[in-house]
């Protein structure tokens, strides 16, 4: 298989009101694999003016065009054909995303595309079960009262570059599905899979100006999304230190915003497991897409009684990581790279942290001992024991992969060490004792938690949400809602009370 096969020689278009349109400043950026840090595509650079052509035609769209007034099924039934043609494009998206972001090939393919397919067909179904309710009211019978979920209108969605295609797949089939239209701003380090699914949507049907693709920074393209008095709502997936900003700039026009931000997350393991299973668990909390998961269990919290015994096993996982080009998983290879070498350069000053702060390095460290070269995207598994709530690594998010472990002697202090950051995104519990493992889950100030396990095992079904500086706003389709409350009098001649 030739992954390049699939691969534009001209700089990719923006997809604005249905049309595929170069910048207005035909300027392009370079799009480079990571893995290799190699320039394989270019793309147009979007501005502010063409931030507002996306806007204009958004809003058109949803306040003229046919959008509004098709019915749940017609929206259900075309976000299902952007699921079956994605479908038949898997092979090229997964070799897309894979180029796009340094990930492992299979883990694209067998994993990422099936969830964004699924994404795809949960929304479609949802799409036609948007229930309001009745709620009961006083007033002997003669007052009615419903309430109904109504799209926002127009959203901005800007998207991570840890996951485009499978968290732009879920968060943009709930906002079609909830009637919204939508301006797309997929992030600089991984913009080609949200420019080549305008494709399928294209191709799917979808009216002009309801799906729209911009490129372009944050300051400049994400800025006019927030402060436009024509965008209803902003969502974003990313950095605390953005959703700062966002919240900042959205003032003037008191949009609604939903916030998915940065995560330091616990994962406490109590004495009564399987020693194997546990540190295979805590390795993979940390290491899954080379630690570059918001929900990533980074804070490893282990009973004393186990604590050096698990250590040691975690390295031994730790040390059958191999990395290279996510395409030579045949090889071998199944450790991907970071993003970028800025974002490499980032996660090793946290490393050299742990090390200033006296922690103590058990394996890793900034680079991979024997691959060639420096001046590449990989960094190494890497273990700190030792570690205490005044150092860096424990408090601030790495984004990286690298385990921070923590001992603890009783509960109260196992739950007291998980709750010690100004984050709460995730969470985990390892412990044979069923009674415990609710218990703690309970106390963990966070939005999702796992037991015996790590990560989501449905995340359209059960979104979490972020507590504290994790976030802002509800999860899943009425995230892109707004609520109506209505009441109806059911008097001939209601009397009023004046």
Not at 89 to 109: H, M, N, W
Request: hydrophobic share 40%; with cysteine.
């Amino acid at each position: 298989m030739d992954p390049y096969q699939y691969i534009k020689k001209e700089p990719y278009k923006m997809y604005i009101d249905g049309q595929w349109v170069a910048s207005e400043s035909k300027e392009t950026f370079d799009i480079i694999n990571p893995a290799v840090n190699e320039v394989f595509a270019t793309a147009y650079k979007g501005s502010e003016k063409d931030a507002q052509k996306a806007i204009l035609a958004a809003r058109k769209a949803y306040d003229e065009g046919p959008w509004a007034g098709m019915t749940h099924h017609e929206r259900s039934e075309l976000l299902f054909k952007v699921r079956d043609l994605l479908a038949k494009r898997q092979e090229e998206f997964a070799c897309i995303e894979t180029l796009d972001c340094g990930k492992l090939y299979p883990s694209v393919l067998y994993y990422e595309i099936q969830q964004a397919l699924d994404g795809f067909a949960y929304s479609a179904g949802n799409a036609r079960h948007l229930e309001g309710k009745v709620v009961p009211v006083d007033g002997g019978g003669n007052n009615f009262n419903y309430v109904t979920w109504e799209p926002c209108g127009v959203v901005g969605e800007i998207l991570p570059w840890n996951g485009p295609l499978m968290m732009g797949a879920q968060k943009i089939s709930a906002i079609l599905a909830a009637g919204n239209t939508v301006v797309v701003k997929p992030s600089s380090w991984a913009s080609l899979s949200m420019l080549v699914i305008a494709e399928v949507f294209h191709e799917a049907g979808f009216p002009p100006g309801v799906f729209n693709v911009i490129t372009g920074s944050g300051q400049v393209v994400g800025d006019a999304l927030v402060k436009s008095p024509l965008v209803d709502m902003v969502s974003m997936t990313g950095g605390t230190e953005t959703g700062e900003q966002i919240i900042r700039s959205s003032a003037d026009t008191i949009k609604k915003i939903a916030l998915e931000l940065g995560g330091k997350s616990p994962h406490i393991i109590f004495d009564d497991v399987d020693l194997d299973d546990a540190a295979k668990w805590a390795v993979f909390g940390f290491t899954l897409n080379s630690g570059q998961v918001c929900v990533s269990g980074t804070r490893v919290i282990v009973h004393e009684n186990i604590y050096e015994d698990l250590l040691a096993r975690m390295k031994t996982v730790c040390e059958n990581f191999v990395p290279g080009n996510g395409f030579d998983y045949e090889k071998g290879v199944n450790f991907s790279s970071l993003i970028s070498k800025e974002h490499a350069e980032t996660v090793r000053g946290f490393i050299e942290s742990g090390i200033e702060d006296k922690a103590r390095l058990v394996c890793g460290g900034t680079h991979f001992e024997g691959l060639e070269g420096q001046d590449n995207n990989f960094v190494p598994a890497t273990i700190f024991a030792d570690v205490t709530p005044d150092m860096k690594i424990f408090q601030e998010e790495i984004f990286g992969p690298v385990g921070c472990v923590t001992k603890f002697s009783t509960e109260e202090e196992a739950v007291k060490l998980a709750n010690m950051t100004k984050f709460g995104l995730a969470g985990g519990v390892f412990t044979n004792s069923i009674a415990r493992a609710h218990r703690v889950a309970g106390k963990i100030k966070a939005g999702q938690v796992y037991v015996n396990s790590y990560f989501s095992k449905g995340m359209m079904e059960s979104p979490g949400t972020g507590w504290k500086q994790s976030g802002v706003g509800v999860a899943g389709i009425h995230k892109y809602m707004h609520s109506r409350t209505v009441f109806v009098s059911l008097e001939d001649h209601p009397q009023a009370p004046l």
